[in-house]
């Protein structure tokens, strides 16, 4: 499985999200008439003096009965922006998670190269000694009949650069434009934004937004920020623009994959 293809997965994920957004949030301004619902009640020989409610999503119909306990308020918009907030997290960790599989599984490849065409931001890796120390222990180790089959140090030193790389997120400009350096990548940015029809700073700057509100969301419960007192107001958020977001993330992990080596 390629790390594009460990995205895609993810970002169906975030798909489904949207799209359950649109399916349950309620755009009836009105109550449910009275006649619909006892024709309704008598289809589906449901007793007439049980109370049913209707919610119209987009292209689909819930009919929320009484024993179900919920009120037609919990598929306003403000009840279902939660969804609209998790899909966001989500395609940001997608992007995330890429950028991790791009740079660990490329860095596997480059060290089958001389040390001295490794770039230099390679060159600066370390591992724990007692990792290493393993790794030589480990190649010296023959499994099968009459040992036969040989062991595999560098998975060991792949799982421990995994580790290491996994502590920090790759989520900002800088920060995935430093891995990518560690596998010979320079200046990505001004090949994304050749991709992507945007100059390198605009790329950057739509990206940290994204990252910002992401952040706001994960660490601030997307709270309003506020000086002194006040009730707890939630910032806003529309589908629109989670969606525009969403597809802008597919596109330049698009453009990513297109300038790798």
């Not at 003096?49 to 119909?61: F, L, N, V, Y």
């Not at 960790?93 to 599984?105: G, N, P, T, W």
């Not at 595999?152 to 996994?166: D, K, W």
């Not at 560690?182 to 390198?200: F, R, S, T």
Request: one cysteine or more; glycine letters at 6%; aromatic letters at 4%.
């Amino acid at each position: 499985m390629t790390p594009k293809d460990i995205f895609s997965g993810t970002m169906h994920r975030v798909d489904s999200l949207l799209k359950l957004y649109d399916l349950l949030c309620n755009t009836r301004r009105r109550g449910t008439r009275a006649d619909w619902s006892r024709r309704f009640k008598t289809l589906m020989h449901w007793p007439q003096k049980e109370s049913i409610h209707r919610i119209d999503g987009q292209d689909a119909i819930l009919i929320l009965r009484q024993s179900s306990g919920i009120t037609p308020a919990r598929f306003s918009h403000e009840e279902l922006s939660e969804v609209l907030r998790a899909a966001l997290t989500t395609a940001v960790a997608a992007l995330d998670r890429y950028c991790h599989e791009v740079l660990l599984s490329r860095i596997m490849k480059q060290t089958r190269k001389a040390e001295s065409k490794w770039p230099k931001e390679l060159q600066k890796i370390s591992i724990p000694l007692g990792k290493a120390k393993a790794a030589i222990k480990h190649a010296g180790v023959r499994k099968g009949k009459g040992g036969k089959i040989r062991s595999r140090p560098m998975n060991m030193i792949r799982h421990v650069l995994q580790e290491q790389f996994h502590r920090d997120t790759l989520q900002r400009p800088d920060d995935i434009a430093r891995a990518l350096s560690m596998i010979g990548v320079k200046g990505p940015w001004n090949e994304c934004g050749k991709a992507l029809n945007l100059p390198a700073e605009k790329v950057k700057q739509r990206l940290n937004t994204i990252i910002d509100r992401r952040n706001r969301i994960v660490h601030e419960g997307d709270i309003k920020r506020f000086r002194r007192g006040g009730n707890v107001t939630l910032n806003p958020i529309t589908a629109v623009e989670i969606k525009a977001d969403v597809e802008w993330l597919k596109k330049l992990v698009a453009a990513i994959d297109g300038i790798l080596p």
